[in-house]
C-alpha cells in the first residue's frame, strides 16, 4: 500500500493544476479497487515484489501524468509543414544577412583569419536564436489554435474544402491588390517584421547596418544628422513595432486572411508622422557641422544647400504618401460602393 | 530515490523490449496500436451506455474482449468527459470514494453516428477483402 501511495504522489507530482487531486483521487480508487481484487482472488496480500512488478506495469508515473495532458506537443501535425516552410526560409534569410554583414564587418575592419573563424562560429548561435523565435511563435499560434479551433479553421483547409477558383474575380482582385493573405505569408510578414525591428533597434549604436562601409566616411566628415532624426528614428521604431503589433493581433485571433485597405491607410497615415517630424525641422535643419566655429565659414553654404535639397526630398516623399491614402481610401469607397451595388 | 531508480529502470526495461522486438513486430505493434485508438472510444462509450467507475469499465471491456491498459483508459475517461460525450459524478460505494461515468445526452447521437460509420468502415474493408479472394 506504502508503494502505491508513493507512486500515486510521483504522478501528482507530474500534473498541472486543478484538477490535480481530483485525478489523482480517481487514480486512487481504481487502483485500490483493482489491488483489493488482486488480493482476493491470491487471498493474502501482495509481496513486495508482486507490488513492484504490478506498479511497473502501470506504467512510469511520468508517462501516467502525461496521458492526463491535453497537449503534449509544442507543433502539431496541421502546424508543422507551414512551421517547417517558415523555418527553412528564416533560417536561409538570417544564414544570408549574417553573411552579408559579416563581410561587410570584415572589409570594414582589418581583415583576418581570426575574424572569419569568429564569424563562423557566431554563426550556429544566430542560427538557434531565429529558430527558437520561429519556434515560439509557432508554439504560441498551437497553443491559441488548442484552446479555439473556430478562429483557425483557416489552417486546416485542404483541397476539397478550398473555394472554386473564379478567374474573373481573380482578375479583379489582382486589378485592385486584394489578394487573400495565406497564414504562411502572415507568420513570414511577422517573423520577417520582427528581425527588422531588432535590425532597426541596433542601427544607433551601429551605423554599418545602415550605410555598410560609408558608415566610417561618415562619422569622418565634418557633417551631422540634426537633432530631428533621432524623434524622427524613434517615431519609425514606433510605427514599426504598432504594425508588427497588430499583425500579432490578427494571428493570435486568427484574421490574418483579411488585408483591409483601411488598415493600409492607417499604417501610410502612420508615416507621415516622422516625415512631418523632418519637415518641420527647427530651421530646415536636417544636417549640422560638428565643428561649426571651424567649419561654419567654409561649408555653411553647402550646409545650407544640402539641407534645402534635403527638404524638397522629404516634402516630394510625403506628398508621395498621401497621396497613397487618398488613393487607397477612394478606392475603398469605390469597392464598397460597387459590393453594395451587387 | 526510489523513483528515479523505479524510473530508469523502467525506461531501460521498456527500451530492451522494444530492441528485442524484430523491425515486422515492431511495425506491426505501430499499426495496431493505431488502428485500436478509434476503435477503444467506441467500445468505451458503447460500454458507459451503462454507469460504471474506471475499474469496472476495464473488468467489463477486459470481459468482452477489450483489454485495455489503465494509462489509456482512464485518460481517455477524462478527455471523453471534457468533450462532453460523457458526464461523471463522486459517490461512495464500498467505503470508497469512486468517480462514475455514464454516456451524456450530447455523447450519445455522437455514439449513433460512431457506430454507423464503424458498421460502415466494416463493410468496406470486408468487400475490399471479398474482392481480393475473388481475382
Known amino acids: ?342 | 530515490m526510489y523513483l528515479t531508480a523505479y524510473t530508469v529502470c523502467h525506461t531501460v526495461c521498456f527500451v530492451q523490449y522494444e530492441e528485442t522486438m524484430t523491425l515486422t513486430e515492431n511495425l506491426f505493434e505501430n499499426l495496431r496500436l493505431e488502428l485500436r485508438r478509434g476503435c477503444l472510444t467506441l467500445a468505451v462509450l458503447l460500454q458507459l451506455r451503462e454507469e460504471h467507475y474506471g475499474y469496472t469499465l476495464r473488468k467489463a471491456l477486459a470481459a468482452r474482449g477489450m483489454e485495455i491498459d489503465e494509462n489509456t483508459l482512464y485518460p481517455l475517461l477524462r478527455r471523453l468527459e471534457a468533450q462532453g460525450l460523457l458526464t461523471s459524478e463522486w459517490r461512495e460505494e464500498d467505503k470508497r470514494n469512486k468517480r462514475f461515468y455514464r454516456l451524456s445526452a450530447e455523447g450519445a447521437p455522437v455514439l449513433e453516428l460512431l457506430l454507423a460509420e464503424w458498421q460502415s468502415l466494416n463493410t468496406a474493408i470486408e468487400t475490399i477483402r471479398q474482392q481480393g479472394k475473388g481475382e
Not at chain 1, 87 to 102: F, N, T
Not at chain 1, 238 to 257: K, M, S
Not at chain 1, 327 to 341: E, P, S
Open chain 1, 1 to 342: 500500500m506504502e508503494s502505491l501511495e508513493q507512486y500515486l504522489e510521483a504522478v501528482g507530482r507530474h500534473l498541472r493544476g486543478a484538477r490535480r487531486d481530483d485525478i489523482v483521487a480517481e487514480l486512487r480508487a481504481n487502483l485500490e479497487a483493482q489491488l483489493d481484487d488482486k488480493q482476493a482472488e491470491l487471498g493474502r496480500l501482495l509481496t513486495a515484489k508482486e507490488m513492484e512488478d504490478w506498479l511497473k506495469q502501470l506504467g512510469a508515473p511520468l508517462q501516467m501524468a502525461a496521458r492526463y495532458q491535453a497537449q503534449r506537443y509544442l507543433i502539431g501535425p496541421e502546424m508543422f509543414p507551414i512551421y517547417w516552410l517558415v523555418m527553412e526560409r528564416a533560417l536561409g534569410w538570417a544564414a544570408m544577412i549574417y553573411a552579408i554583414v559579416s563581410l561587410v564587418l570584415l572589409a570594414t575592419g582589418t581583415p583576418n583569419a581570426q575574424a572569419v573563424v569568429d564569424a563562423l562560429v557566431r554563426l550556429p548561435g544566430v542560427l538557434l536564436w531565429v529558430a527558437a523565435w520561429v519556434t515560439l511563435i509557432f508554439a504560441l499560434i498551437e497553443y491559441g489554435s488548442a484552446r479555439d479551433p473556430q478562429k483557425w479553421q483557416g489552417l486546416a483547409e485542404h483541397a476539397a474544402s478550398l473555394p472554386k477558383i473564379d478567374l474573373a474575380q481573380r482578375e479583379r482582385a489582382r486589378r485592385h491588390g486584394k489578394h487573400k493573405r495565406t497564414f504562411a505569408h502572415a507568420v513570414a510578414e511577422a517573423v520577417f517584421g520582427f528581425l527588422f525591428l531588432v535590425w532597426l533597434l541596433l542601427i544607433p549604436q551601429n551605423p554599418w547596418l545602415m550605410m555598410g562601409p560609408g558608415a566610417a566616411l561618415w562619422k569622418a566628415s565634418p557633417y551631422a544628422l540634426a537633432p530631428a532624426w533621432i524623434t524622427f528614428y524613434w517615431w519609425v521604431v514606433a510605427a514599426h513595432a504598432v504594425q508588427l503589433a497588430w499583425l500579432c493581433v490578427e494571428l493570435a485571433r486568427g484574421t490574418w486572411q483579411k488585408k483591409h485597405g483601411l488598415r493600409h491607410a492607417a499604417v501610410k497615415a502612420i508615416e507621415l508622422i516622422p516625415l512631418n517630424v523632418l519637415l518641420y525641422a527647427p530651421g530646415r535643419a536636417l544636417l549640422v557641422l560638428r565643428n561649426p566655429l571651424r567649419d561654419g565659414a567654409q561649408l555653411g553654404a553647402t550646409l545650407s544647400g544640402w539641407n534645402e535639397g534635403l527638404h524638397k526630398a522629404i516634402l516630394v516623399i510625403a506628398v508621395l504618401v498621401a497621396a497613397q491614402i487618398v488613393w487607397t481610401l477612394v478606392n475603398q469607397v469605390w469597392m464598397r460602393g460597387r459590393d453594395g451595388a451587387q
